[in-house]
């Protein structure tokens, strides 16, 4: 199976600007498709994180999911915030770029192209409506590869026979729905195991399968998605929001604070 090397030439890194100590993609959505295509028709074992205001805030705490986010291939804006930051200190256009927007987007690219195309994560019920309607859609795609493991932790041959079972599929764009921070975690342990690039998309599966509903792209450009998802699933989410949205906001703070002031330290702090 041909692997691609880990050195980059410049032509290959992407446009990024800093948030967070994470550097998110300042290309367009056409731009990401073109990369993605081209690393999966040479089986490059690459993966790609779709970051929220929760995962940069998170980061700042956590070191695993710091060095999973930083060692990503690409790391688009998942959100109104995290695109408003990015826009903020890179002072150019930053898309908002997240699981639910461009899984249809690569569904549609893998068909036209051929690629194989699988599924990890999710529900037993939610992927299988996933892969039922992605075959209604897509008529000539080809899904090679489709299974929702245990919640809890694998042990190590559960894990082994995943990878392997991965590999024998021949599955070029891998989307993995494990939730974050662990489909983060899991990814950037599987680099260079799992040859085919990886779409954390989150809970993408159960937004393509109906089961839960994002609002319209315009209310989300106001940045108040987190309160229609709040209002969807109170008891998980209502943490979330309480301690990590002021969390990144100081995050913001801080980074534009040091950009208006180079003499300022330029360690990673955590914050509040």
């Known amino acids: 199976m041909t692997t691609s090397g880990a050195v980059r030439t410049a032509e290959d890194r ?12 300042t290309e ?4 990401v498709l073109s990369r993605l295509a081209g690393w999966a028709c040479v089986h490059r074992s690459a993966y790609v994180c779709f970051v929220t205001a929760h995962m940069v805030a998170l980061a700042g705490e956590d070191g695993e999911v710091f060095s999973a986010l930083s060692g990503a291939d690409l790391r688009t804006a998942d959100g109104t915030p995290v695109a408003w930051g990015a826009r903020l200190l890179s002072k150019s256009r930053v898309d908002i770029l997240d699981g639910p927007l461009m899984m249809p987007l690569i569904l549609s690219m ?11 994560g999710g ?23 489709a299974v929702s493991p245990p919640f809890r932790e694998l042990d190590r041959g559960e894990d082994e026979e995943i990878v392997r ?24 342990m599987h680099r260079n195991k799992v040859h085919a690039v990886m779409l954390g998309v ?16 315009w209310f989300q450009c106001l940045g108040l998605t987190w309160i229609f998802r709040l209002l969807q699933e109170p008891k998980r989410l209502w943490r979330r929001n309480v301690c990590y949205i002021p969390r990144f906001l100081a995050i913001m703070a801080h980074d534009i604070l040091r950009r208006k002031s180079p003499a300022a330290s330029e360690s990673r702090s955590k914050y509040l």
């Open 123 to 145: 529900r037993s019920e939610v992927l299988e409506r996933v892969v039922k309607l992605a075959k209604q859609r897509h008529r000539r795609i080809r899904i090679t590869y």
């Open 28 to 31: 367009h959505k056409q731009e």
């Open 165 to 188: 079972d991965i590999e024998g599929s021949g599955v070029q764009l891998l989307f993995v729905g494990l939730g974050s921070p662990k489909q983060e975690k899991w990814m950037s």
């Open 14 to 25: 992407p446009s990024e600007v800093s948030v967070g100590g994470i550097a998110i993609l």
């Open 202 to 217: 989150g809970a993408a599966f159960d937004f393509y399968a109906g089961v839960k509903h994002m609002p319209p792209r």
């Open 110 to 120: 893998a068909e036209e192209q051929g690629l194989a195309v699988g599924f990890l």
